[in-house]
């Protein structure tokens, strides 16, 4: 097995936005960025990019919502690094509204539907189509989830980790409402901070730590132009819980570095 005395930590949905941001502040940190996105000519030239500002970061393909990839992935890290130590599900979609465009196993399925998605400009939860729920649970829940099932064990048996799933004040069920009609989007990430949940409880007295942050409102692809807040300043937030001392807060929802109701 490899020797390598850098901690490592494997990024999904990389490379651009917010993931991109956390690549390069946690390379800062001295740490080995794993960088992950489906599209390999996007994560490459991202991966070269940091490489060219002095960040060590290793491309690979990962959809998070094909078990083969996540497979795949798990087997490149172990054999090119021999552990895993910070792991961030920073993947997601909204596909509410056609915020996010389909791509990779999710984008094949839905073109394989009877009739056209419609997508729901300012629908609610009584009128979304099930297979936007569908398809945003296999993301942004399911997704993540696969990736814990992969990653965690091996922190466990190093009793080291930090997982941070990033996820959004909209997935809160204190005071939830239905008025930001993205509801596949809300019912996706209230999803993922159950996982978020029973997987630290799963962690608890093992030195690893799975907690949900969420980054806030930024500008991005996703966030749109019109968000107050930067790349950087939302990649802070999850950068500070990945790299947490020991000792520190698990099974929790954090927003700027605070935390927040489930």
């Known amino acids: 097995m490899p020797k390598i005395h850098k901690r490592v930590a494997v990024i999904t949905g990389a490379d651009r936005g917010i993931g991109f941001e956390v690549c390069r502040q946690l390379g ?59 792991l961030v599900n920073n993947a997601g979609v909204m596909f509410d509204a056609g915020r996010s465009k389909p791509e ?22 009584l009128e979304v189509g099930i297979d936007i729920v569908r398809a945003s649970v296999e993301v942004n829940t399911l ?54 949940l029973m997987a630290a409880d799963d962690c608890r007295d093992k030195n690893v730590t799975v907690n949900s942050v969420c980054p806030g409102w930024t500008r991005t692809s996703l966030g749109g132009p019109r968000a107050p807040q930067s790349v950087g300043e939302a990649a802070e937030n999850i950068v500070w819980m990945a790299n947490y001392p020991d000792g520190g807060p698990t099974g929790e929802f954090f927003r700027d570095k605070k935390a927040i109701e489930w």
């Open 104 to 125: 990779g196993r999710v984008g094949r399925w839905i073109k394989t539907l009877p009739k056209k998605m419609d997508f729901g400009e300012g629908q609610g939860i």
């Open 28 to 86: 800062k940190l001295g740490y080995q960025a794993v960088l992950t996105a489906p599209d390999p000519a996007k994560g490459k030239e991202a991966a070269k990019k940091l490489l060219r500002e002095g960040i060590e970061a290793a491309y690979h393909a990962l959809d998070v919502a094909n078990e083969r990839h996540v497979r795949k992935l798990r087997e490149f890290v172990l054999k090119k690094f021999g552990r895993v130590d910070v």
């Open 143 to 196: 997704g993540a989830l696969r990736m814990c099932q992969a990653f965690i064990p091996l922190m466990i048996k190093a009793r080291y980790g930090r997982v941070v799933n990033v996820s959004s004040s909209l997935g809160q069920l204190n005071g939830m409402t239905d008025e930001d009609r993205v509801p596949a989007y809300q019912l996706s990430k209230a999803a993922l901070n159950a996982v978020t």
